[in-house]
């Protein structure tokens, strides 16, 4: 785990990438909102970023994000950003202030009633596979309408945008072309549907510019905040 100092000088210089970013796209740096990806790091990894002024850390797995929130008093939103299994929705409703891989129609009413159950409404975000890369999770962008009919018709979750994780490649004209994609489809699903979906939640450490060039409301860094992951056993 990296010094609280050089945690900083790592934010420091992903803030002024994210504005070089937005000044060549003609954007204001508080449109893009940084989420720092704390997973597999010790539950000071929060504590830094609240520290810090960031509103939201994200977590791939309930169970390490259940475990490092128990030690944290960290003021600071936790996200779930990593695949969500049937069997854990009632954890996650009750851990995450939102969750952001909703990827299949089959979540949603378990979802809404666990959210129901706890008297709260639990945003969500949908997980969409934008790049149609196999390795990776999210409903297919011709299965989103069905999805966010599905999502919409939940008193109990609330809809703040889609998500995607680009493919895995050195050309990156194939991660712009997925952040693209993503945001034509929101524009898309907003008009038709009549609902803002206001957060495009695109971008990670090493492609975070292009998803501020395509429209990325929310970026998700772990790497370039925290340093190298250690493996995990
Ligand atoms: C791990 C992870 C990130 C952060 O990736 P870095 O390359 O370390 O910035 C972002 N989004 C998701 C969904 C992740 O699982």
């Known amino acids: 785990m990296l010094r609280y100092e050089d945690f900083l000088q790592n934010l420091a210089h992903v803030q002024a990438d994210i504005a070089a970013a937005c000044a060549r796209a003609r954007r204001t740096p508080g449109e893009v909102q940084l989420l720092a990806v704390t997973k597999t790091h010790p539950a000071a990894a929060a504590e830094f970023a609240a520290r810090a002024g960031l509103?939201?850390?994200?977590?791939?797995r309930v169970q390490e994000a259940i475990e490092k929130r128990a030690l944290s008093t960290a003021p600071i939103a936790w996200e779930l950003i990593g695949h969500l299994q049937s069997n854990k929705v009632r954890l996650a409703a009750a851990h995450f202030d939102r969750v952001q891989s909703v990827d299949r129609e089959k979540l949603l009413p378990l979802l809404a009633r666990a959210a129901d159950e706890l008297g709260r409404t639990l945003p969500v975000l949908l997980q969409i596979n934008a790049g149609d890369d196999p390795a990776k999770f999210g409903a297919d962008v011709a299965e989103a309408p069905a999805l966010l009919e599905s999502a919409?018709?939940?008193?109990?979750?609330?809809?703040?945008?889609?998500?995607?994780?680009a493919p895995l490649s050195d050309d990156p004209e194939i991660a712009r072309r997925t952040f693209a994609r993503l945001r034509t489809l929101r524009d898309e699903l907003a008009a038709r549907f009549g609902v803002p979906l206001r957060e495009l939640s695109m971008g990670m450490s090493g492609d975070l510019a292009l998803a501020i060039a395509e429209g990325s409301t929310l970026i998700r860094v772990g790497t370039a905040l925290f340093g190298a992951r250690p493996p995990r056993v």
Do not use: C, H, Y
């Not at 509103?55 to 791939?60: F, I, K, P």
């Not at 919409?152 to 994780?165: E, F, H, K, P, W």
């Open 55 to 60: 509103r939201a850390v994200g977590e791939n």
């Open 152 to 165: 919409l018709a939940q008193r109990s979750l609330r809809v703040d945008g889609l998500m995607t994780i």
